[in-house]
């Protein structure tokens, strides 16, 4: 899901009351409607085919459950077991929902979807505490069968375009990422995100063996 391209923060432009992000990856667009939950991105991938990023719907549940279980399954940068998922659909449904329910100035949960299935998502959760809400967590991922084509760079964008719009301010990005981790990370960087510090034997993978996890940050207010 990398990408040769060098991007970084889009710049938001004032129209009307709402803003439209212009990015300079010319097949992609953001829809000017009236409110943030009508916008979605249409994209083309590296081999052509097209695909969708717009926040997540309900019936989206199915296609996201099993592409966190083929995620988890193939054991790539991840920290989650498949026991930490709900065994059924149903206990995954009810989850999912409060998760897409939350207030929209607190969380942005969207999609990356490819013939007509949810493959991919991307999540920035709002930290709660009053002192705090100026923080946001960002989490990213994509089905292995969709991974390199581009779709998580175009997660990624939506969700950063979110980041510069929504209010009250978001002024810090963090995210983790596993220190061999070294796809993940190259498109982290390309995207603003640096590294803030290392926490040393952080990860334990299905062997007993630690690793080291990086928290990678950006600052909005001083690259927007």
Excluded at 116 to 136: A, T
Aim: glycine share 8%; charged share 25%; aromatic share 8%.
């Amino acid at each position: 899901m990398l990408s040769g391209v060098n991007y970084f923060l889009p710049r938001p432009m004032q129209i009307g009351t709402f803003s439209l992000v212009c990015w300079s990856w010319p097949m992609e667009r953001i829809d000017s409607g009236a409110c943030w939950e009508s916008r979605s991105v249409e994209l083309l991938l590296r081999d052509g085919s097209e695909a969708t990023v717009r926040l997540a719907l309900i019936s989206d549940d199915s296609d996201l459950y099993a592409t966190e279980r083929a995620i988890i399954s193939e054991g790539v940068g991840v920290v989650q077991g498949i026991e930490d998922l709900p065994p059924t659909l149903d206990q995954y449904r009810e989850k999912f929902c409060a998760r897409i329910s939350q207030r929209p100035e607190d969380c942005l949960y969207a999609v990356g979807s490819r013939h007509s299935h949810s493959v991919g998502y991307v999540q920035i959760e709002r930290i709660m505490p009053r002192r705090l809400r100026h923080v946001g967590v960002v989490s990213v991922g994509v089905h292995p069968l969709h991974q390199g084509l581009g779709l998580g760079r175009a997660l990624m964008r939506y969700a950063l375009s979110w980041a510069t719009c929504v209010q009250p301010p978001l002024v810090r990005l963090e995210l983790g990422v596993q220190c061999d981790n070294y796809r993940a990370r190259r498109l982290y960087e390309t995207l603003g995100f640096s590294r803030e510090s290392t926490r040393r034997r952080f990860v334990r993978n299905i062997r007993g063996e630690e690793s080291d996890d990086d928290v990678m940050v950006l600052f909005i207010d001083s690259h927007s």
